[in-house]
């Protein structure tokens, strides 16, 4: 078989429509391969499924929901899923593929973090969180090695294989699936999940980051496990400041034995450390952020040694700037491999040969208990009685999607990944679990389908996927799977640029071509954190008084608070070199109270927590107030908060 770096694509092993260029991996279900979407000339991560050779009905249905709970999760902080296939018998997902580092690499690696940038890792975690739990999507295996940091500090969301999707589940009544440090006391007796077994995994996380250490040891999975159930978390005993009682009370209640005595949501945990950022977080002078962008642009010069010794120098002359350590780590982790020696890309994929499920085991990483460790004690699950310790019951080991890695260097070395652990619940678990399903065959390819592309002004140069067709007005056939990329360009306008997906294609495309010109400058003032969010981009996120670039000509800006409940989208006039100024709305208060007071509060569709709600902090302006009773039963009230004082609302359910 010829190399392949010298083979040609259509010679190369592929899965699926992907072009195999190298292995990145192996999870607990299969192997990741680094692969090329010719059609779109873009990179992905392609995950098979394997279970030791053995492609069973429950592997595969697990397989599929992680596949269908990531795809429909379309969020900043949640990996991006492109396609779920199946080739030559073998169910695939391919994924994009992330550049950057994991939470836990960086964690093990002993590298000191600002407490800023703690905070904003959580915080993005958790926002991505909310949005698959307002989905019905329980995550179930939240640890660090799941997390994957950006380049640029955005922090998302990995592997949803073991994922609960509505009231759908692939394992057996009594059987865990998750990591052990990560768990949930309800999640080690078996019982029914829900957002909130995801919050007690975030805040093992937190306390983990804050010290340095989980707060959850043992020598074996059982004794683990026990803790986990039976005993208090240790006090956080960092030098925090004046933040370590703020915080100290905010891990308490992430890590409540109680689900009902935790944070409702993870979008209430988040907002509680959103506010408590607030009070401390600095941003980086602008020049400073301009400096650190000049270093960045020597590393993609190839100039790695100027980039980070000049990254170095930002970063000790300003050590609370989180953009400049963050640029730092990335430069030195660019220094390191290209001094590493070339490693050369694999000559054939033997595996896809035959079967996708061949390769060496896995082993754990950084220590945790597997399958293959000694023996542990055995360890049952007693409800109202935590775990004991008992002869004669063996710990059952549940392998699922375990964490993987996606670095984005060519022939970066596969990584171990975790070895997901359960135990079964001494109630006998019944006969079969869901009704097993497998991945079907996909369709035919269907028929392309004709698209209208009009611009404004007309006559300027459209292009699909990198070929030109012609200029505007014109119809276009788009193939109707996959996903496209569609141009418009035309001399002295700024180019415009959108994705047609598969299954989504609008009737007609109209492009609004801005004029070329130096961009303008949009100063927001705000009393508190925004995003500045253009043309679907978030030009700024969570700042306060932030400035932002905008091309010239008339915008929509959107102004996004999610702490406050804002999303206020106003029009601005930006002049080509000039500046505009727009100002947020100021800030009110809400205090809430029902008869009863037994019901949900709901803040322009998002829970908010259960009356009383006293003096909660809003962005002025009119807001919907809606009220949730156990039997159903829905209240809707419309008030206007007013700017610095508060606005009163009362539920009442007859």
């Not at 590493?340 to 054939?348: E, L, N, T």
């Not at 964490?403 to 678990?429: E, M």
């Not at 292009?463 to 119809?475: C, H, I, N, Q, Y």
Request: hydrophobic share 40%; with cysteine.
């Amino acid at each position: 078989m010829a190399g392949a770096a010298e083979a040609t694509p259509h010679s190369r092993p592929r899965v699926g429509r992907y072009v195999v260029t190298g292995r990145l991996g192996k999870g607990g279900m299969g192997m990741v391969y680094r692969g090329l979407d010719e059609a779109l000339e873009r990179e992905v991560a392609v995950k098979t499924l394997h279970l030791e050779g053995s492609l069973d009905d429950e592997s595969r249905r697990r397989f599929e929901i992680e596949a269908k709970a990531a795809a429909r999760l379309q969020h900043p902080n949640i990996v991006t899923v492109y396609e779920l296939g199946e080739s030559r018998g073998t169910p695939f997902i391919a994924m994009e593929l992330l550049p950057g580092m994991d939470l836990e690499a960086l964690l093990r690696s002993g590298e000191a973090m600002l407490l800023q940038e703690k905070l904003e890792i959580v915080i993005q975690v958790l926002r991505g969180l909310a949005f698959a739990h307002e989905h019905g999507i329980v995550h179930r295996d939240m640890k660090p090695s799941n997390i994957r940091l950006l380049e640029d500090g955005t922090a998302k969301i990995m592997d949803f294989g073991i994922a609960k999707l509505g009231a759908t589940g692939v394992t057996r009544t009594g059987m865990m699936v998750g990591t052990v440090y990560y768990m949930s006391p309800e999640q080690i007796r078996g019982r029914d999940l829900d957002g909130r077994s995801d919050v007690f995994s975030m805040g093992v996380i937190l306390h983990e980051m804050l010290e340095g250490k989980r707060p959850f040891g043992g020598k074996d999975a059982p004794e683990i496990l026990y803790k986990i159930v039976n005993e208090p978390h240790p006090p956080l005993g960092s030098d925090l400041g004046d933040f370590k009682a703020p915080l100290q009370a905010i891990v308490d209640k992430a890590l409540a034995k109680d689900p009902d005595q935790r944070w409702p949501n993870a979008a209430r945990l988040a907002d509680e450390l959103q506010a408590l950022l607030a009070e401390f977080a600095q941003q980086t002078p602008g020049a400073v952020q301009e400096a650190v962008q000049a270093a960045r642009r020597l590393s993609r010069d190839g100039r790695l040694d100027e980039s980070a010794r000049g990254l170095r120098e930002i970063a000790q002359a300003h050590p609370s700037s989180v953009e400049a350590r963050r640029a730092l780590r990335s430069a030195l982790r660019d220094l390191s491999r290209h001094k590493q020696p070339p490693a050369s890309a694999p000559d054939s994929f033997p595996e896809l040969e035959a079967t996708f499920g061949s390769g060496e085991a896995a082993t754990a990483r950084h220590g945790e208990p597997t399958a293959t460790s000694p023996a542990p004690v055995p360890t049952m699950v007693t409800p109202g009685r935590g775990l004991l310790l008992a002869g004669g019951i063996g710990l059952a080991v549940a392998v699922a999607a375990g964490g993987f890695l996606l670095f984005g260097g060519r022939g970066a070395a596969p990584q171990a990944p975790s070895t997901l652990q359960g135990v079964p619940n001494v109630t006998p678990p019944p006969d079969a679990g869901p009704a097993p399903t497998t991945v079907p065959a996909g369709p035919a390819r269907p028929a392309a389908v004709r698209l209208p592309v009009e611009s404004e002004p007309a006559g300027a140069t459209v292009a699909l996927d990198g070929s030109k067709l012609g200029t505007t007005p014109l119809t276009i056939d788009v193939p109707a799977t996959g996903d496209h990329k569609l141009v418009v360009t035309l001399a002295g306008h700024e180019p415009y640029e959108t994705r047609l997906a598969a299954g989504k294609l609008p009737e007609k495309v109209t492009a609004q071509l801005e004029p070329a010109g130096p961009p303008g400058t949009l100063r927001v003032t705000s009393a508190y954190p925004v995003d500045v969010v253009f043309r679907g981009r978030s030009l700024a996120r969570n700042e306060t008084s932030p400035t932002v670039k905008l091309p010239q000509g008339r915008h929509s800006v959107t102004l996004v608070s999610e702490a406050l409940f804002l999303r206020h989208t106003v029009q601005v006039e930006i002049a080509a070199g000039g500046e505009a100024s727009l100002r947020a709305p100021e800030a009110g208060k809400l205090s809430v109270n029902a008869n009863p007071d037994n019901c949900e509060v709901f803040v322009d569709g998002t829970f908010v927590d259960y009356p009383p709600i006293l003096n909660r902090a809003m962005s002025a302006g009119k807001h919907t107030v809606a009220f949730k009773w156990p039997d159903g039963t829905r209240r809707e009230q419309t008030v206007e908060v007013p700017a610095g004082s508060t606005a009163y609302v009362t539920g009442r359910k007859d």
